[in-house]
């Protein structure tokens, strides 16, 4: 059983605080609310702060909040910058939702308090007694944790968790108040909780990519950097990092570690920077290397699910990963024949004669190459992209669809954002494009005219707030909309 006392002293003495002063939460997103169960549940004194009007606040979608104010919790909705202000001269330590920008006002007050900053994934991190495995990278975290975490599962204890959608301070409550017991965790963590998180350590650290993303978010391409680099920089002699060997950033950055550095990626050749330890054949066998120096062990992906060039460097991280943590073959193997798609990342289903590829976790056009690198093997595919486009490597897509038009029946563009794109399709005369204003009216037009033996890749490329609240909303609406009108 847990003592309020080791809690306390592991967040005073990371953090450098007193916990006399309250611990202020700024947003009541997932993670914030569960972590303010697990303070109240501690003894630990905090407050909360919320933008949103109280009758703003979806209790459905977080039924946990209503479970706070029940228990009294001490909440201010409507929270106004004088609030903040006032708050923030109370406390001892912040923790922020990732949706809370530095470049926001509230960011920008929290920065000039000069008050340590956290995150409930940190905080977490900081009370775990488990050896704990951190992804993080532009595009395919969630796919690499998870199939790390259903290999490891195969013979040992796991929990897996942070931005992949589970609160990780649920399983660190459940290991110190329900005495249970893991061999690994595994976290995925994304550049705004990395951003607000000052003294994150983890035993393994995996950076899968590097592309220019969030630049509303972070400002800058070299603060997003900056965000994600800073998590390697803070780890200890001891730790394992694992990068990508194909990616320039990463492997520059690999040059600068301290710890025990491993690289994986496409299969080496004459023209890579460092030694890889696991990569994929792309040419011969559809299979997976990993090299332990003087032996090296093939794992075919003939009857995996993750498909695509993307996939297969997500899988190699993950088989690094997991060798690495002694994993056996035969783990490895079992894993990789039933391990899924996420829900919405390159979701595979039929419709009929109609295959059908929902990618809605797609919010740059990086992860609509890479789906689009996937989907037209399986036949003459339709695409459909929009959302809020962040006008980012449209050249590089452009080329990819010149690349794969004999592939290509049509582009459908939907949303306001996507009209310079559109227009860019049109004077290039690429292949047939549409433009229509919302994602049902895309459904709509694909209805009449996608046929029998054909694929419909929805890979947006951009966010999902001009219509719906988040990728997985999207995503099963784009499901309902396609059963309604194919």
Not at 170 to 179: D, G, K, M, R, T
Not at 273 to 287: D, E, P, T
Request: with cysteine; net charge positive.
């Amino acid at each position: 059983m847990c003592s309020r006392d080791y809690i306390v002293k592991r967040l005073e003495k990371t953090f450098k605080i007193s916990l006399k002063k309250d611990v202020l939460l700024l947003g009541l997103g997932k993670s914030n609310t569960d972590l303010a169960i697990f303070f109240q549940k501690a003894g630990i004194n905090f407050s909360i702060l919320e933008l949103k009007k109280e009758e703003e606040v979806s209790l459905k979608a977080n039924p946990k909040i209503l479970e706070l104010i029940n228990r009294n919790a001490n909440i201010q909705f409507s929270a106004t910058e004088d609030q903040l202000k006032n708050a923030l001269l109370q406390s001892s330590l912040v923790v922020l939702s990732p949706s809370i920008s530095p470049l926001s006002t509230w960011g920008k007050w929290v920065k000039e308090s000069k008050l340590p900053t956290t995150t409930e994934l940190e905080v977490a991190a900081v009370l775990t007694k488990t050896p704990l495995i951190t992804v993080t990278g532009t595009v395919g975290k969630s796919t690499t944790a998870n199939l790390i975490s259903q290999i490891l599962s195969q013979e040992k204890k796991v929990f897996l968790g942070g931005n992949i959608g589970i609160p990780l301070i649920n399983h660190i409550s459940a290991e110190l108040y329900e005495n249970k017991r893991y061999d690994y965790g595994v976290a995925e963590a994304s550049s705004y909780q990395l951003y607000w998180s000052q003294n994150f350590l983890a035993n393994m650290c995996l950076f899968l990519n590097f592309f220019s993303h969030h630049i509303d978010w972070h400002g800058s391409v070299f603060d997003y950097y900056i965000a994600k680099a800073s998590l390697f920089f803070r780890q200890k002699k001891n730790t394992i990092f694992i990068l990508d060997g194909d990616d320039k950033s990463t492997v520059s950055l690999g040059h600068n570690l301290s710890g025990r550095v491993f690289y994986f990626g496409n299969e080496p050749d004459n023209r890579d920077y460092v030694r890889k330890s696991c990569w994929f054949l792309s040419n011969k066998r559809n299979s997976v290397v990993f090299d332990a120096g003087k032996a090296s062990e093939e794992f075919s992906l003939d009857d995996c699910a993750l498909t695509g060039a993307h996939n297969k460097y997500n899988i190699s991280a993950a088989v690094l990963a997991t060798k690495l943590c002694k994993a056996s073959s035969a783990s490895i193997r079992k894993a990789l024949k039933k391990v899924k798609p996420l829900p919405f990342r390159q979701e595979l289903f039929t419709l009929g004669d109609i295959t059908v590829i929902n990618d809605s976790k797609s919010t740059t056009l990086v992860g609509t190459i890479s789906a689009l690198n996937g989907a037209v093997s399986l036949g003459f595919t339709w695409l459909i992209v929009g959302g809020i486009l962040e006008g980012e490597f449209e050249d590089t897509f452009i080329q990819t669809v010149n690349f794969f038009k004999d592939k290509l029946v049509g582009v459908v563009f939907y949303g306001e954002k996507s009209e310079k794109l559109f227009k860019e399709f049109k004077m290039r005369d690429l292949l047939p494009s549409y433009k229509v204003n919302k994602m049902e009216d895309a459904v709509k037009l694909l209805s009449s005219k996608v046929k029998k033996g054909q694929v419909i890749l929805f890979s947006p490329g951009g966010s999902s707030f001009d219509e719906d609240k988040n990728f997985e909303e999207r995503g099963k609406r784009f499901n309902q909309l396609l059963k309604q009108y194919l």
